[in-house]
């Protein structure tokens, strides 16, 4: 089975390159052979330089929302004890996907307006095979974002009209992507990472919580 992960990194533009660029460089193309080089991108990405520019600039800057949302996410959860950065590349590829409102390409991707569990239940349980994989993947992304981006939201609809609250939700997505990550037929690195999402999620939801109060909201 194919499982196409998304990856915010894959869509860093070549005017993200130039603004780190200058940044670093003071406009000098010294820097451009790293780009080819995975480590290298990877070590430039962690600079905490790049990560001030984007929250201290005064003005709208010349960069992609895959390099913005990279980023954030990264040095979040570093700050949080998350240490992989194809977790960081994963999560903030999702959030690019469903802040853009873009139609998620993947199979099995559920409707951006879901916002309820039961919702996901009715619709997993009468999938099978790699459809109900898919399902998986897609209410675990969905609930990553409700839970680390409207965490006010679901507080706020728990409290009024008794629906489940941030915990249920959690453990809803950690469920769904243990799931996933143990159908049969994905590739090691799929496994791998999907667990790894299930076992972070607590870490990673706070992580979110923590760069959406200073950053986005």
């Known amino acids: 089975m194919m499982h196409r992960t998304v990856s915010a990194r894959a869509g ?18 010294g820097l451009a052979s790293l780009w080819e080089d995975p480590q ?19 003005v709208a800057l010349p960069v992609s929302p895959s390099l913005y949302f990279y980023v954030l996410v990264r040095h979040a959860f570093l700050d949080g004890g ?3 950065p194809e977790i960081a590349d994963y999560v903030a590829g999702v959030l690019v996907g469903k802040l853009s409102h873009r139609p998620d390409p993947r199979s099995g991707a559920m409707p951006g307006w879901i916002t309820h569990a039961v919702d996901f239940v009715s619709v997993i ?81 706070l992580s979110l919580n923590r760069m959406t109060d200073r950053c986005l909201f």
């Open 82 to 84: 998350i240490d992989p």
């Open 125 to 205: 349980q009468s999938a099978q095979g790699v459809l109900r994989f898919h399902l998986e993947v897609a209410a675990g992304d969905q609930f990553l974002v409700l839970t680390g981006l409207y965490p006010d939201f679901l507080d706020h609809r728990s409290g009024r009209y008794g629906a489940p609250g941030i915990d249920f939700y959690e453990s809803f997505a950690r469920n769904a992507y243990r799931r996933a990550a143990g159908h049969p037929g994905i590739s090691p690195a799929s496994r791998q990472l999907l667990g790894l999402l299930s076992e972070t999620f607590p870490l990673a939801r």
């Open 40 to 58: 290298a991108l990877e070590a430039i990405l962690d600079l905490k330089e790049i990560h001030k520019a984007l929250l201290e600039s005064p």
């Open 12 to 29: 860093i533009t070549p005017a993200d390159v130039a603004f780190m660029e200058g940044l670093l460089a003071n406009g000098s193309p």
